[in-house]
Each structure stands twice: as structure tokens, then as C-alpha cells.
């Protein structure tokens, strides 16, 4: 690799770090500013219950759209106007001063959001050939440290500022990607002659893709109810106060972040399937730890060693992905993202409803089943590979 290629594919990785971040901020700002918003809006629960799902339906739908449009036209304009798209939204935000404007723009967050997610992630794939998994676990800390930031900003500067200000603050930040991709250079589209239907409908028809995609139903109900409902699973169930679960939920994320930077320092030596493997043991031991925990110190442990647990199961089975289907990242990950998506929309509500009938404690074996499913898949997704490398 020459120098001038090296310093390319490393500015491209900052670029796609930075649009990281910022979908970090999208996923977190709405339970955030949500309490705001009662207040500035007499925003109802119903309103609000209507807000996420506009806004997981919006990133739905470019999920599945993404993948065709990056492969046959290229990434650059695509990440570009959804940075721009992004920023626009959080302006929305920032002035809206009724309910339907405020649900125009977490559509227009949700959508644009999603498209910084896919296209990041497919990109980095394609840059990153010999070492994927590495680099979609970087790409997974800077997700984190985004989720992290509108909390943080929110908690410790509302008061001063007032929710217009760091919103607008937001919308700064949100440009800074949308910049470097403007002045980086890009890879060329891998089908700007034509997009070949019948090689991506051969894709889209893999066993081995479904698997990785049903692998990232559960993954993604595991990370969307863990991080919505164990907050309220330890105050109600364990005793925690409001502030010591919220402490224990930043805890979790901090472990998210801890373990996917573990792993990108040992994927490489590791591999990818083996590193899923052992990931989704570890969390399924921590989710029996923790929806039979009824003490404090199970419980943290719990929710510590499963964040932990979750950090590489995403980053490295899209490297899977990535690796089996280099033609057509975009097209793949379009499959897979719209799958997890759809898992993740599920669970939470699935878990309210046990909750809401058994208790909690019963809503929470959700992701001990999902765990569990994740293993089954994981050793059915290696064996197709066994045989794959066997019969070339």
C-alpha cells in the first residue's frame, strides 16, 4: 500500500469516526431531550411513544434503501447529505415550538441518521479488507462516545444554556463530518457502469447473510432492551434510587465501549467468529446473572459483564458479512441493518409486555433467550463457513 493510498484510507476513517459520533448523538438525543419537551411542548406519553416510532420507522427505511444506492453511485454525496440532513433536524429541534414539527424533524434525524450508520459502517468494511473487525470496532467506541455526549451535555449545561443552545451546539458537531467529507477523496463506485441485479439478488438470497442478519435480530433486542430497560428494572426490582441506575446504565455503555476497543486489539489474533462465539457466551451468562440477580452486586455485575459481552457481537458479524460479500457491501448491510432494526423495534416492546403482565423481572429473560438464539446462530454461521472454505 503506498503512502498516498495509507494517508487516504486513514482520512477516510477519521471522516467515518466523526459521522459515528454523530449517529451516536441521533440514537441518544430523543431520550435526552424528552423531558424537555413535556414541558416546552405539553408533549403527552402517547406523543412520545409516537416520536421513536417515526424515528426507528425513518431509519428503517433508509436501512433498506442505503446498500443499492452506495454501490451503484459511491459513497461521498450519500454520507455527505445525510451529515447536512442530520444537522438540519437537530436546527428543527432546536426552534420547534409544536408537536408536528418536532415529529417532522426526528423523522429527517431518523432517516439521515441511519444512512451515516450504514454508509460508515459499509465503507469502513471495504477500506479495511485484512482487518474489519478492528475497524468496525473502532467505529463502535466513537458510536459510543457520541450516545454519551447529549447526556452529558444536556445534565450538566441545561440550566445554563437553555436546550436551544446545545441543541444548536449539536448541529455544529454535525457538520464537522459533512466537512471532511466534502474536501476527502473517495473510492470510486464499485458498479457506476450498472448495477448487476442478478449477481446482488444472488446476495440477497445467501443463506449465510440471513443467518449473520437473524444473528443481529437478537443482538440488536438485547442492546435495545438492555439500554431502555434496565434503568428501571434496578430501581424497581433491586432498590436502586433514579441516579445510582442511571450511574449502573452509564456503567454498561462504558463497558460497550471498554470491550469494543479490547476487541479491536485482539480480533486480528482471535477472528471474528471465534471472538462472536465467546462474546455471546459471556452475555449469556451475564443475562442469567442478571434477570435472577436480587442482590446490588449481582445486578451491576450483571449489566457490567454484559455490556462487555455485547461489544463485539455487531462490529465483528458485520466484518463477517463484509468479508463474504465484498462486491456488495452496501447491498449486504442494507439486508442486515434492516433485520437488526427490526429486532431491536421488537424487543423493548416485547419485554414491556411480559412486564406488563408477569412483572419485569419475567420481561427481562428476553435477552437470555436472545443470547441464547445469538449462540445457536453464531455455531450454525461457523459451520457454513467450514464448509464454504472447504468446497473452494
Same mark, same amino acid.
Given at each position: ?11 477516510? #476513517?477519521?471522516?467515518?469516526? =466523526? ?12 431520550g =435526552?431531550?424528552l ?19 417515526? #424515528? ?10 442505503f446498500? %443499492? ?8 454525496a ?63 467506541? @466513537?458510536?459510543?462516545?457520541?450516545a454519551?455526549?447529549?447526556p ?33 477523496? @473517495? %473510492?470510486?463506485p ?43 428494572f ?7 434510587t ?37 462474546s ?62 427490526t ?29 441464547? =438464539? ?19
Amino acid at each position: 500500500m503506498s503512502d498516498e493510498h495509507s494517508t487516504s484510507a486513514s482520512g477516510l #476513517m477519521a471522516s467515518l469516526c =466523526a459521522g459515528m459520533f454523530v449517529f451516536g448523538i441521533v440514537m441518544a438525543i430523543l431520550g =435526552a431531550i424528552l423531558p424537555s419537551l413535556f414541558a416546552t411542548i405539553a408533549l403527552d406519553k402517547a406523543e412520545a411513544g409516537n416520536l421513536f416510532l417515526v #424515528m426507528n420507522f425513518a431509519m428503517l427505511i433508509m436501512s433498506l434503501a442505503f446498500g %443499492p444506492v452506495v454501490d451503484r453511485f459511491g459513497f461521498k454525496a450519500f454520507l455527505l447529505a445525510c451529515a447536512v440532513l442530520v444537522s438540519a433536524s437537530l436546527v428543527m429541534l432546536s426552534a420547534a415550538a409544536s408537536y408536528p414539527v418536532v415529529l417532522a424533524a426526528v423523522a429527517v434525524l431518523g432517516f439521515a441518521g441511519g444512512g451515516l450508520n450504514g454508509g460508515a459502517n459499509a465503507l469502513a468494511s471495504d477500506l479495511n479488507p485484512e482487518r474489519r473487525g478492528a475497524a468496525l470496532n473502532i467505529l463502535g467506541i @466513537f458510536f459510543g462516545f457520541g450516545a454519551l455526549t447529549m447526556p452529558f451535555l444536556i445534565g450538566a449545561l441545561l440550566e445554563h444554556l437553555g436546550l436551544e443552545t446545545i441543541l444548536t451546539v449539536a448541529a455544529v458537531l454535525s457538520l464537522v463530518p459533512a466537512v471532511m467529507y466534502a474536501a476527502l477523496h @473517495f %473510492p470510486r463506485p464499485k458498479h457506476e457502469q450498472g448495477f448487476p441485479l442478478a449477481r446482488a439478488a444472488s446476495v440477497v438470497g445467501s443463506p449465510l447473510l440471513w443467518l449473520c442478519a437473524f444473528l443481529l435480530f437478537f443482538q440488536s433486542a438485547n442492546e435495545f432492551t438492555v439500554g431502555g430497560w434496565i434503568s428501571t428494572f434496578l430501581s424497581e426490582l433491586i432498590g436502586f434510587t433514579p441516579a445510582a441506575a442511571a450511574i449502573v446504565l452509564a456503567g454498561y455503555w462504558a463497558a460497550v465501549m471498554a470491550g469494543r476497543f479490547l476487541s479491536s486489539r485482539i480480533v486480528s489474533r482471535v477472528g471474528n467468529t471465534r471472538l462472536v462465539l465467546a462474546s455471546a457466551v459471556l452475555a449469556l451468562a451475564a443475562a442469567v446473572m442478571e434477570a435472577s440477580a436480587h442482590s446490588a452486586g449481582l445486578a451491576v455485575a450483571g449489566a457490567i459483564l454484559l455490556g462487555l459481552g455485547f461489544a463485539a457481537v455487531y462490529p465483528c458479524t458485520l466484518a463477517i458479512v463484509g468479508e463474504a460479500f465484498p462486491a456488495f457491501t452496501g447491498t449486504a448491510f442494507s439486508v442486515v441493518f434492516v433485520v437488526a432494526l427490526t429486532g431491536g423495534m421488537t424487543a423493548p416492546w416485547l419485554t414491556g409486555r411480559i412486564a406488563a403482565e408477569s412483572g419485569l423481572r419475567q420481561g427481562m429473560l428476553v435477552p437470555v433467550v436472545a443470547c441464547a =438464539a445469538i449462540v445457536i446462530l453464531q455455531l450454525v454461521i461457523m459451520r457454513a463457513l467450514r464448509r464454504s472454505t472447504r468446497s473452494r
